[in-house]
């Protein structure tokens, strides 16, 4: 046992061996380092990417996340790596994410993120409807997003331009009752599309209510919106409908009003 220790220290007392011996041991570090960065950079990971294209303001839900093996050399901070952090955001506003492109970071965001998410909030088959309004029309400024309004609707049959009294019938007929109930007010905004309620320093003046209807009664709306010649009107009337635990479902009011509607309209849909 002293004889090897006493050759190990004539060993270490030799500085070529030493020199040589570090050599060595400075080229397997610097190996090793290297093949473990070479392995990093070309060893593929798993990461999510789009199935298909998704269009802006959309909700990404699972079918529209696959996964695909990428080099690590192709991604960037900027990169999503988890599918959990894709599933149920939303595409960003003026964004368009490719079928086949990776997500980022840019593009993907949280709903309350998006410009305009209260009209996401509307059931599936229904259409959006832009209802011109002002101050006067919405009781001073009174009718909120979450609102719930009646629609009434008016009209003036003309029967007889000549005639001076209704008494004998043929003077011009006022119709006019309760149309669509039940509607619920997704947004209010201003002339520039800004919400009304957004800023309260800014006195902004209502311009629009939106909110969304099935598709016949977008369709029987927009009728009795170019209705001219019957000088008609959309008249909006805020309901306590949200006060309910279970707010009634929308529906049509009056079968006259939408008969009579059709009756003096032409069916133009396939």
């Known amino acids: 046992m002293g004889n090897l220790t006493i050759s190990l220290k004539k060993f270490l007392q030799n500085k070529n061996t030493v020199t040589v011996v570090g050599a ?6 610097l190996y090793v380092a290297y ?3 070479v392995r990093s950079s070309i060893n593929p990971v798993s990461v999510p990417y ?13 079918d529209q996340v696959g996964t695909v093996q990428v080099p690590p050399s192709m991604l960037n901070d900027n990169v999503i790596r988890n599918a959990s952090d894709i599933i149920d955001k939303y595409a960003a506003a003026d964004t368009v994410i490719p079928e086949g492109s990776l997500f980022y970071k840019s593009a993907v965001v949280e709903k309350e993120q998006l410009p305009d998410n209260i009209i996401l909030e ?3 088959g229904y259409v959006l409807y832009n209802l011109s309004t002002d101050t006067n029309s919405t009781y001073g400024n009174s009718v909120y997003p979450g609102n719930y309004i009646d629609i009434y609707f ?3 049959n003309k029967i007889d331009e000549n005639a001076t009294s209704q008494l004998d ?6 119709i006019y009752g309760k149309f669509i109930s039940n509607i619920k007010v997704l947004a209010v905004r201003d002339s520039s599309g800004k919400p009304v ?7 902004r003046t209502p311009s629009m209510i939106i909110f969304a209807v099935p598709e016949e009664y977008y369709i029987l709306l927009k009728k009795a919106e170019y209705m001219r010649s019957f000088d008609t009107s959309l008249v909006l009337v805020p309901t306590n409908n949200s006060l309910k635990d279970e707010p009634s479902d929308i529906e049509m009011s009056s079968d006259e009003l939408k008969n009579w509607i059709n009756d003096n309209t032409v069916y133009t849909g396939n």
């Open 24 to 29: 060595i041991l400075a080229i397997i570090v």
């Open 35 to 37: 093949t473990i960065r």
């Open 50 to 62: 789009a199935t298909e294209k998704i269009y802006s303001g959309t909700q990404i839900t699972n």
């Open 122 to 124: 509307y059931p599936k």
């Open 154 to 156: 008016k009209a003036v």
């Open 169 to 174: 019938g043929k003077a011009d007929q006022i």
């Open 197 to 203: 309620f957004q800023n309260l320093d800014e006195n």
